[in-house]
């Protein structure tokens, strides 16, 4: 299968529907069809061919989605770079990835200016929404694909490599994760099974197409639906949007939703025709859930859990969003294996324990990434016998359910993002007075998490807790960086071994809940 | 992926469900999961291994469903046998399959008799649904699994053989269509997208497991439904299983839920429970809609297209059998294509022609089979740069849907069997007293066409038409058989090349239908 086969057949079965809404911007899915073509012709003529990597740093855009079609139309890979992160780990990935070109918005332009600057590899820098950039040399995406021919549709596809998605890691050097277009394809059937979507779709585009939820893209145009996108989430203007333009569906995590649900002005929006809210990174809480039901009794709930890695393997549909759901404690749990995936839970022998028992979450199914990017050994290290480790603690119930009890990973999701802590601590412990550090995700309403340190001072020293917080903002990309910091005068607890009890220290902020230990 | 996967997951997520219900055999998931690992052990016992062919004869049955998932976790291939394809055919397709192993019903004790006589590379013959069979030194399957240990499973899957369904030649002979895990497993996910089914699936199946209508069991065990099994198809039986389990979907073709529908028995019976009826074959006649809609206003109905070669690329959602849509004709289409093929019609040179213009179908994939088992080059011949060519013609409208006008294949679908004209016309040619012969498909309400015969005798020659129908008989399957001959005095119109002009004979009978010309 290819990424293009979407856009193929959605121009055949809803040529005049509308397929794109960016803010003045209209297109029948013909038209983007046909865009995407020229746009796969201009980067043929800018050199990509099979396997050059082109990296994007954009915000949501309609040419951001016109992008995600037109790389693999013309043979290339995708690299969406995460704009949040900091300037030493974007130019990290652009150079590991050994992308060619880089697609930006004007408003990176300085960024990408620097990146250009120091990656030789680099032999082309567009502006996706500007005639001119600031960026001397910069060429215009406008400009260019005016007077571009059409190109056939280069049909990569099956195993070839589509893109390059890169995510923290616990040794702080961000990881690429390779998806092939078959891997994409089967994340995206995955959510059509799931979802139950068909054409009526109206699907609004919140989260950082980016990341995995750029599965918003690939759905929509599987079922020839139509996308509306906003540049970045903002409460109102999502409110907005759902009003104007009568969206049926949106993907999010349940910060944005609860912003969008409490806010002040929500009553001045009509927001009937949304049926379906899909969430992931942390379960939903229960008053959200209260008041959605209350305010929208028309609309459905559903939970996906997954990683860059192995995108989507874990479902919970909307009927356990129900108050006996809740009572049940049903919503806390991640959900079930979808169809097309097998999810088990293993102890550190890889043999399956028993329903009940915690053990480490490990997944097989098409939607597991090809590999890590130039990291073979890596690769062999969490895949092994076809089975991903995804670092995940938790338990199975009798009837399938999953709940994740603990990142064995340690990593901390707070708004949708991964952070390492180990990627934090080792940012926290360069800073002179700071003599032991410890960094975990403790229970945030908003967040799901919000990132804490906790650590000792050498003796004598000083440091106060935004000082702490500052020297960190320096350094790694702002929402690694701890919400909160504890300076204890107490050692922190270790094992025999010198290793910090990181449960130990949880605990107290965990306590009667039962998502993490 | 694998087939086995679904079975795997249907026992961690509703282990306690009802499995199976055949005549007073109940199972769960649990049980089924242990029955079917007892059975792959008792066939690695006999000798199945890694692409092992297994051939089964039977009718619908609970240890056909368990064989259809034991003998690829035992790493062989399933070779489903046509039992009604007259015995040359059935001889031809066990020996071409190179099947080992073969798996009969006791009523086919005679038959499997005869071919493991004739074929020395059968090393084993079992009953599958008694203790002992008529037939000397056959093997007990309930004997041997009683016995067996279980296996581990082998865990075939991917571009593995899963199985060879034979399906009726243009040439005579049938051809061996290759699927793998992969494309029987994407079948089944193309289902479950179109079709929206959740684990409340309770699925009768009453159209022969030895056809793609095995893609019934594929989905009821991928969302842990229950399977109702029926032996075969009887109008009051399907009936009163409705009732009895609450069965809420069913596959068959028009004319088997015609019988349904207009049996003077079915108010005798409760059958609210039918949500969801699939079928295909042919179009569903307006009348039948009418009643069903008055009878039954619960009930939707979808079409699948597609063949053995490539199933399941085409589907007609039930929004397209509401009165308006039969008002504008959608329902004489065969659908749209589905969210993981393409679907075009091209010209003699494989270009795709223009909306409303017809031509051939082709489709592409991951459904379309893995090739003709031992014949590369008819493989070759139908698989052309990664279309398949599926000798039927139609045309497309400016939305995607897809009408069927003509089999260039000259393939007549009788009450959803294949029959090739010429297959049936080398037969009537056999015949001393006929001269020229055309077999053509024509209308009937009943069978959505009919096996029709026009023939010419030599000079002085006399047959009857009944003479030329039992002699079709003793020869070739009953389904194929001329349900009418026509015979003529005049010469059949040809071309100049000397070939019989057929679409002239046809058009007669299908004057003012716009399904074929």
């Known amino acids: 299968m290819e990424l293009t086969q979407s856009l193929h057949r959605a121009c055949q079965i809803n040529p005049d529907g509308l397929a794109i809404v960016y803010g003045q911007v209209r297109r ?20 990509v061919r099979e396997d050059t990597k082109v990296a994007i740093v954009s915000m949501n855009s309609d040419r951001f989605v016109e992008c995600l079609y037109s790389v ?13 992160l900091q300037f030493e780990e974007l130019a990290y990935v652009v150079e590991h990835s050994e992308a060619e070109l880089i697609l930006f918005e004007e408003q990176f332009s300085a960024l990408a200016g620097e990146l250009l600057q120091r990656n030789p590899r680099l032999r082309h820098a567009m502006v996706m929404d ?14 260019e694909v005016a007077r571009a021919m059409p190109l056939p549709d280069t049909r990569r596809g099956g195993s070839d490599l589509a893109a390059i998605f890169y995510t923290g890691g616990t040794t702080g050097v961000p990881k690429g994760v390779m998806h092939t277009h078959d891997s994409l394809f089967q994340f995206l059937l995955t959510f059509l099974i799931c979802e139950r979507i068909d054409s009526s779709l109206v699907h609004l585009h919140v ?69 379906m809210l899909g969430y992931g990174a942390s379960p939903m809480p229960p008053r959200i859930l209260e008041e959605a039901r209350r305010r929208f009794p028309q609309l459905q709930f559903a939970q996906g859990y997954g990683m860059t890695e192995a995108p989507g393997p874990v479902y919970l549909a909307p009927e356990y969003h129900s108050q006996e759901a809740v009572d049940a404690g049903l919503t806390r749990a991640a959900g079930r294996a979808v169809p097309t995936c097998e999810v088990r839970i293993v102890d550190s022998e890889d043999h399956e324990v028993e329903p009940g028992s915690v053990g480490e979450i490990v997944i097989r199914g098409p939607v ?9 050994e890596l690769t062999r290290e969490v895949i092994r016998d076809g089975w991903l480790h995804t670092g995940d603690g938790g338990y199975m119930d009798s009837a399938g359910f999953i709940y994740i009890t603990d990142r064995i990973k340690d990593m901390i999701i707070s708004g949708g993002e991964n952070v390492y802590s180990t990627e934090v601590e080792g940012v926290v412990s360069r800073h ?3 003599a032991q550090c410890a960094v975990i ?12 340190a906790i650590v000792t001072l050498h003796d004598g020293a000083s440091a106060t807790s935004s000082e702490i917080t500052a020297f960190c ?25 010198g290793k910090i009890l990181k449960a130990q220290l949880r605990e107290p902020f965990w306590a009667n809940r039962s998502r993490r230990i």
């Not at 073509?37 to 043929?44: N, T």
């Not at 043979?75 to 995460?82: A, C, I, K, Y």
């Not at 995700?441 to 804490?452: A, F, K």
Request: proline share 8%; net charge positive.
């Open 28 to 47: 029948t899915w013909r038209e983007f069809h046909a865009a995407v073509a020229s746009s796969a012709g201009m980067l043929r003529q800018l050199g």
């Open 72 to 84: 693999p139309w013309a043979g290339g890979v995708l690299v969406p770079v995460n704009f949040r």
């Open 130 to 143: 500007a005639e001119r950039s600031a960026l001397p040399g910069a060429l215009s995406y406008g400009h």
């Open 207 to 275: 989260t950082p197409m980016f990341h995995m939820s750029c599965i918003g893209v690939l759905v929509t145009t599987a079922v020839a639906g139509t996308h509306i996108i906003l540049p970045k989430f903002e409460p109102e203007e999502a409110l907005r949007a759902i009003d104007a333009h009568g969206v049926t569906t949106c993907l999010s995590v349940p910060v944005m939703f609860e912003r969008m649900l409490f806010h002040p002005n929500i009553d001045a929006y009509h927001l009937s025709s949304l049926r």
């Open 368 to 376: 597991v990434m090809a590999g890590y990017w130039k990291n073979p």
């Open 432 to 434: 002179p007075a700071v």
């Open 441 to 452: 995700g403790i229970p945030s309403e908003q967040w799901g998490e919000s990132v804490h």
């Open 473 to 497: 903002r320096e350094r790694i990309a702002a929402y690694k960086c701890p919400r909160s910091v504890e300076i204890r005068t107490q050692p922190l607890p270790m094992t025999a071994a």
